[in-house]
């Protein structure tokens, strides 16, 4: 037990005092370094659409995202493309597709056919936020937008957070569910 003129207590009561100031501490450079971050990210972290070109260096870029196994497990076609047949298959298309830029750098692209779309992140750089902020950006622009997506895939909660609802249309694909899901900006004011 310690004693003074004006405090008397003991030292287990000392212990957590100390403890308490510590751990406020480090919960304290904690959030300083959440904040910091975060004030980082919404400052410098820049995400950017550039339509995609029909050039080697975009459709190459595209192939080693929609090439790769963990990508095609969850898109409807899952077959791998050369070079030649993507050149020839992008330039078909009516609406073109986006590279997604964060902090410029190639990260993804953005797939658009009238109002369906999607976006596949690099490998690399998945987890880190980039699609949800890809998403929030596009609806922001735009009434209505579709999509479809595997059931069992975890994107489709990213969808739904983002304001997507599932409709009763689906397919059944390599015997998984593919449903569809519809944005309407009325019913997320
Ligand atoms: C689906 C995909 C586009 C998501 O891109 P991403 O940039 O990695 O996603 P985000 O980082 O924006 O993730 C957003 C949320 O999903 C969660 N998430 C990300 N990766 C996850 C994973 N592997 N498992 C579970 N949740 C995950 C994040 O924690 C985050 O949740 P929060 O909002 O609660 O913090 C990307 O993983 C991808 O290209 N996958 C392969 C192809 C594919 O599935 N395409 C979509 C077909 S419909």
Redesign the pocket.
Same mark, same amino acid.
């Given at each position: 037990m310690l004693r003074s003129k004006f405090f008397s207590w003991n030292e287990k009561e000392i212990i957590v005092t100390v403890q308490k100031i510590k751990s406020d501490k480090i919960y304290f450079y904690i959030n300083f370094l959440k904040e910091f971050w975060m004030y980082q990210d919404n400052k410098n972290n820049e995400i950017k659409f550039e339509i995609m070109n029909n050039s080697n260096e975009d459709l190459s870029f595209l192939l080693e995202?929609r090439n @790769?196994p $963990? $990508?095609?497990?969850?898109?409807e076609n899952n077959q791998v493309f050369s070079l030649e047949q993507c050149k020839e298959w992008y330039f078909s298309l009516k609406t073109p597709w986006y590279i997604i830029y964060y902090n410029n750098i190639k990260? !993804?692209y953005f797939r658009r056919n009238l109002d369906e779309i !999607?976006?596949? #992140? @690099?490998?690399k750089?998945?987890?880190? !936020? #980039?699609?949800? &902020?890809?998403?929030l950006k596009y609806l922001k622009n735009v009434n209505f937008a579709s999509?479809?997506?595997?059931d069992d895939?975890?994107?489709? &909660? #990213?969808?739904e957070?983002v304001g997507f609802k599932e409709v009763e249309e689906f397919k059944i694909i390599r015997d998984r569910k593919y449903v569809k899901m519809i944005y309407n900006s009325e019913n997320n004011e």
């Open positions: 995202v @790769h $963990t $990508t095609r497990e969850q898109l990260v !993804g !999607g976006c596949d #992140i @690099h490998p750089y998945r987890n880190l !936020g #980039i699609a949800k &902020k890809v998403y999509l479809w997506v595997f895939n975890f994107a489709k &909660k #990213i969808y957070k």
